[in-house]
């Protein structure tokens, strides 16, 4: 009985070994960068070479599909809303970065005469694309059987220096930029400020007649401006603004919303003053309440009887950084923060009402963590059409990554709300990375040698001009045509090369979200480009050969 044999037949051993060794060998600094999360490559390529073992596939694809899950949701709730402004951007970066390595890819191997199966797998390994990969394998499948290994050999040789490049790019991205992770940072929050401006308040003396007693639900149902009256001061008396609350000329009231829409509201009411609008009681207070009691979560604020139960006025909604100015349709999520303002015993009732259930919010809810995982792997099954009658899939990942995105966005899978704490998602996200790599290492380690001794190097150096080639025009599109901030660069940089442990890299550079942002804007465009440029690169190769 061989007991070293036997501990290596264990997975969990080898898997938590290789990603501590690699852990600890990424940890190491030269001149201000390290490898990080990416030592867990090497630590696996060398247990991979020195044992002559792979770790099971099905363990890497679920680190892979737990690492773009937990980035999807992470990016999700922001990530529509830039598209939305910014969408052109994020196609022209994604598609015509990853179609210039393709050109790179074709062109070196008919100058080097490579076989179309070689180059297939030397641009997926180049971009560190495991679907492009698998897209090239079916086209080989059917066009030209038994040349799946040489796609496979191709995609191991560029593989590893893919990474490392772009770890490292990404580590010294701020310095090419002439900036500072924390002076980026600090950009990018004032960019998402204007793009999504933070609740403000103004202070209002009534002077428009036709506004002379009528109650603030009246005002709110005029529709003018999306802002929220919260307290008026009548005769020296400063009260919460309920619907009831009747408004007259020369009183004071506080109107909260985004500042455009504080100027409609001034314009229709009279003009800003400096007064204040304290209680000199206490009585009337404001207070955030985070919310976390089941029976709140996924309902309206008009099905919550805000007003009627509590007597309190619900000023504005914080939720994964964005604020809100809520209207009665407005449906509250856990973890929301809830700006009320009202009396001592109204803001009680309304804390009572939608809170003080805190120890929730550390919990994951496991049935639409679960339930979503598995809409992401099925969706990437479903067949994408492509000219002449071939078809393209997005893959397990790439499935897992749209669909999480989306539920992300949504917040719910139908009435079922999602709700995962960010240290869950921080977990779910660093986990699935390394056992994502150490799989992926050991399997090209197993082979790495003896298809080096067999090919040569000038594939790996192939390999290396392609990613660079890529890297490059994604640089020079972003910096340069766009401007974009370095870190939201970084991610988007992580994204167009699908590489986790880049973005693992970019995300220890400064505390922001626009590294998260940047690699879920272009993840998809490049993700969908590659796996079909790929069966592209290969159909090229093909045509030249003949």
């Not at 015509?96 to 890819?105: E, H």
């Not at 669909?403 to 949504?410: I, M, N, Q, R, S």
Request: aromatic letters at 6%.
């Amino acid at each position: 009985m061989n007991t070293l044999q036997d501990l290596l037949d264990i997975p969990a051993l080898p898997l938590f070994a290789i990603v501590g060794a690699g852990l600890w060998i990424g940890a190491f600094r030269a001149r201000g960068i390290s490898l990080g999360a990416g030592g867990v490559l090497f630590a696996a390529m060398l247990y991979g070479h020195l044992t002559h073992r792979a770790l099971p596939r099905p363990l890497t694809d679920l680190g892979l599909i737990l690492f773009v899950y937990a980035v999807g949701l992470q990016a999700g709730p922001r990530f529509l809303h830039i598209f939305r402004a910014s969408g052109s951007h994020f196609l022209l970066v994604g598609f015509a970065s990853t179609a210039v390595g393709a050109a790179a890819a074709a062109a070196l191997a008919v100058a080097l005469g490579l076989g179309p199966a070689l180059a297939a797998g030397l641009y997926s390994g180049a971009t560190t694309c495991t679907p492009a990969l698998a897209s090239a394998l079916d086209l080989v499948r059917a066009s030209a059987p038994g040349q799946e290994n040489a796609a496979s050999v191709g995609y191991g040789l560029a593989y590893p220096f893919s990474v490392l490049a772009v770890v490292v790019l990404v580590q010294v991205l701020p310095a090419l930029c002439r900036t500072t992770p924390e002076e980026a940072a600090r950009r990018a929050r004032e960019d998402d400020a204007r793009r999504a401006p933070p609740m403000e308040y103004r202070d209002v003396l009534v002077t428009n007649p036709n506004c002379d007693g009528i109650t603030v639900q009246q005002l709110s149902s005029l529709r003018v401006a999306r802002a929220v009256i919260s307290r008026v001061k009548h005769d020296g008396i400063v009260v919460a603004a309920l619907p009831e609350t009747k408004v007259h000329l020369n009183d004071v009231v506080r109107v909260v919303g985004a500042p455009d829409e504080l100027n409609k509201a001034v314009v229709m009411l009279g003009c800003v003053v400096d007064e204040p609008m304290v209680d000199p009681s206490g009585n009337l207070v404001s207070e955030d309440v985070v919310v976390s009691r089941d029976t709140a979560v996924g309902k309206t604020l008009r099905e919550l009887a805000v007003y009627e139960r509590a007597g309190a006025v619900v000023t504005r909604v914080r939720r994964e950084g964005l604020e809100f100015t809520p209207s009665a349709s407005f449906a509250l999520e856990r973890g929301d923060i809830v700006r009320v303002v009202g009396s001592r015993a109204a803001v009680d009732a309304f804390t009572d009402m939608v809170g003080r259930q805190e120890r929730s919010l550390e919990e994951t809810s496991l049935l639409p963590l679960a339930i979503g995982i598995a809409l992401g792997v099925a969706a990437g099954f479903v067949p994408l059409p492509l000219p002449g009658g071939l078809e393209a899939r997005l893959g397990t990942a790439g499935g897992a990554f749209v669909v999480a995105l989306l539920l992300g966005h949504a917040g719910r899978i139908g009435p079922i709300p999602l709700y995962v704490p960010n240290a869950a998602k921080s977990l779910l996200r660093d986990l699935g990375l390394v056992i994502f790599l150490a799989g992926a290492g050991s399997g090209a380690g197993v082979a790495f040698v003896s298809v080096l001794q067999a090919s040569g190097p000038r594939l790996i150096l192939a390999g290396a001009v392609v990613t660079l080639v890529t890297a490059g025009a994604a640089l020079l599109l972003m910096r340069v045509v766009l401007c974009w901030n370095p870190l939201t660069v970084a991610g988007a940089l992580s994204a167009t090369m699908t590489n986790p442990p880049a973005l693992q890299a970019a995300t220890e550079l400064a505390d922001c979200d626009a590294q998260a942002v940047g690699f879920a804007s272009i993840y998809p465009v490049a993700l969908i480009s590659k796996v079909l440029l790929a069966q592209g690169v290969f159909l090229a190769v093909s045509a030249f050969s003949r």
